[in-house]
């Protein structure tokens, strides 16, 4: 319960089950688990910035590796040691936290938590330096740690964190204003946190998707000499990414249901043989933006052909556009709101046609194949179905 507490970013509660834990493993006299407990304790404080709490448990650690000397407490031991070094923010102390670290990082792999932990806050301290120096060298380090990470987490199957590495490296790729490669990386993190069942953690990554995708079209008419280093890492929100994940708190937002606009289907040549307008206003949307609309939707299609994407993301006019291929069918859903429960939306309409009502889907196939639009009729049926999935959830 206290690290489902400390995901949450309520220290108070998590430290309150963190001590029962604590005591019940002091009278049981397991002294790898009360040297577990006791490096929770520390690294919660430590966020908090309770140092002085910190101190005080982590005496009780350096005695416990004194009396039980394993490789196992002594690893707690120094990260916990590196770790309040690194708290007290002088320059002196974070540049022995990170010689600490960076020793540890280059040893055999004990526990792939307390590495990926190790890897994580040597990068928050080149983040630091980089603010404080902007220095490129700090960033390429900053790769370095990342790709490592990446690797360690992949040969040990901890999908986790080899998600958590591909998102972080999304934000690289973002700084260095690589956004095809950035796009890349986070349906990369996103797509392996599904595939793994770690639903709030692909939530948080899309969430933080749908912000890169905003923020990437003020990015899009800059180059690195309109910008410096810091003003790109200060502008991704990158730091704010890291502390997260350092701090492994998954439970930062809730998902509302997002208000539909448009949606199209469109032939693989880009041809649309369906739409449907969800604005009570449809004056807002005249013929025109709708032409410029499908332009930019066949070009975007012409991409994914390419490279194979089954989903892609893009901003337009500030909303979020989800194209997700599904046989010979591409299907946009335009949307004001979140990109994770929009994918799920494109999901519920593609399987619950083809489930509910297969003649209309092999209808759909069939004009996809004549590059020509639905029938009035089949129009009109397909339109109520679609209603009808939006009104039962």
Same mark, same amino acid.
């Given at each position: 319960?206290?690290?489902?507490?400390?995901?949450?970013?309520?220290?108070?509660?998590?430290?309150?089950?963190?001590?029962?834990?604590?005591?019940?493993?002091?009278?049981?006299?397991?002294?790898?688990?009360?040297?577990?407990?006791?490096?929770?304790?520390?690294?919660?404080?430590?966020?908090?910035?309770?140092?002085?709490?910190?101190?005080?448990?982590?005496?009780?650690?350096?005695?416990?590796?004194?009396?039980?000397?394993?490789?196992?407490?002594?690893?707690?031991?120094?990260?916990?040691?590196?770790?309040?070094?690194?708290?007290?923010?002088?320059?002196?102390?974070?540049?022995?936290?990170?010689?600490?670290?960076?020793?540890?990082?280059?040893?055999?792999?004990?526990?792939?938590?307390?590495?990926?932990?190790?890897?994580?806050?040597?990068?928050?301290?080149?983040?630091?330096?980089?603010?404080?120096?902007?220095?490129?060298?700090?960033?390429?380090?900053?790769?370095?740690?990342?790709?490592?990470?990446?690797?360690?987490?992949?040969?040990?199957?901890?999908?986790?964190?080899?998600?958590?590495?591909?998102?972080?490296?999304?934000?690289?790729?973002?700084?260095?204003?690589?956004?095809?490669?950035?796009?890349?990386?986070?349906?990369?993190?996103?797509?392996?946190?599904?595939?793994?069942?770690?639903?709030? !953690?692909?939530?948080? @990554?899309? *969430? /933080? =998707?749908?912000?890169? $995708? +905003?923020?990437?079209? %003020?990015?899009? &008419?800059?180059? #690195?000499?309109?910008?410096?280093?810091?003003?790109?890492?200060?502008?991704?929100?990158?730091?704010?990414?890291?502390?997260?994940?350092?701090?492994?708190?998954?439970?930062?937002?809730?998902?509302?249901?997002?208000?539909?606009?448009?949606?199209?289907?469109?032939?693989?040549?880009?041809?649309?043989?369906?739409?449907?307008?969800?604005?009570?206003?449809?004056?807002? !949307?005249?013929?025109? @933006?709708? *032409? /410029? =609309?499908?332009?930019? $939707? +066949?070009?975007?299609? %012409?991409?994914? &052909?390419?490279? #194979?994407?089954?989903?892609?993301?893009?901003?337009?006019?500030?909303?979020?556009?989800?194209?997700?291929?599904?046989?010979?069918?591409?299907?946009?859903?335009?949307?004001?709101?979140?990109?994770?429960?929009?994918?799920?939306?494109?999901?519920?309409?593609?399987?619950?046609?083809?489930?509910?009502?297969?003649?209309?889907?092999?209808?759909?196939?069939?004009?996809?194949?004549?590059?020509?639009?639905?029938?009035?009729?089949?129009?009109?049926?397909?339109?109520?179905?679609?209603?009808?999935?939006?009104?039962?959830?």
């Amino acid at each position: 319960m206290g690290s489902v507490y400390a995901q949450k970013g309520e220290y108070d509660l998590a430290l309150v089950y963190f001590y029962k834990t604590l005591e019940i493993m002091k009278q049981l006299k397991v002294k790898n688990s009360v040297a577990k407990t006791l490096y929770s304790i520390i690294s919660v404080s430590i966020y908090d910035n309770d140092l002085d709490n910190a101190q005080q448990y982590l005496k009780q650690l350096q005695e416990v590796n004194k009396e039980t000397p394993n490789k196992k407490i002594e690893l707690w031991t120094r990260v916990s040691e590196a770790l309040f070094l690194k708290s007290q923010k002088n320059e002196q102390d974070v540049e022995r936290a990170f010689n600490l670290l960076k020793q540890i990082a280059e040893e055999e792999i004990i526990i792939i938590g307390i590495y990926g932990d190790v890897l994580l806050n040597l990068c928050d301290i080149l983040l630091d330096q980089l603010r404080k120096k902007s220095k490129e060298e700090y960033l390429n380090e900053i790769r370095s740690y990342l790709n490592q990470l990446y690797e360690m987490a992949s040969k040990q199957d901890s999908f986790w964190l080899v998600a958590q590495a591909n998102w972080l490296l999304a934000y690289l790729a973002f700084i260095e204003l690589d956004m095809i490669k950035a796009q890349h990386m986070f349906t990369q993190a996103q797509q392996i946190a599904e595939e793994r069942g770690f639903k709030r !953690l692909a939530m948080n @990554i899309s *969430n /933080e =998707f749908d912000k890169m $995708i +905003k923020k990437s079209s %003020d990015f899009k &008419s800059l180059t #690195k000499k309109d910008l410096s280093l810091v003003d790109r890492v200060e502008r991704s929100g990158f730091e704010a990414v890291i502390k997260k994940i350092k701090q492994n708190i998954v439970y930062d937002e809730d998902l509302s249901a997002e208000k539909p606009v448009m949606l199209f289907i469109f032939n693989p040549k880009g041809i649309p043989i369906y739409h449907q307008i969800f604005l009570q206003e449809k004056s807002q !949307l005249n013929d025109e @933006i709708i *032409n /410029e =609309f499908i332009l930019v $939707i +066949k070009n975007l299609i %012409d991409e994914i &052909s390419k490279d #194979k994407k089954p989903i892609q993301r893009i901003l337009y006019r500030e909303l979020l556009v989800i194209l997700k291929s599904f046989d010979d069918l591409n299907f946009c859903y335009v949307f004001d709101g979140q990109s994770y429960v929009a994918i799920e939306r494109v999901e519920i309409i593609i399987s619950s046609i083809q489930k509910q009502s297969p003649v209309l889907w092999n209808k759909i196939l069939e004009q996809c194949k004549k590059g020509e639009p639905l029938d009035p009729l089949n129009e009109r049926d397909l339109m109520l179905f679609i209603n009808s999935l939006f009104t039962a959830n």
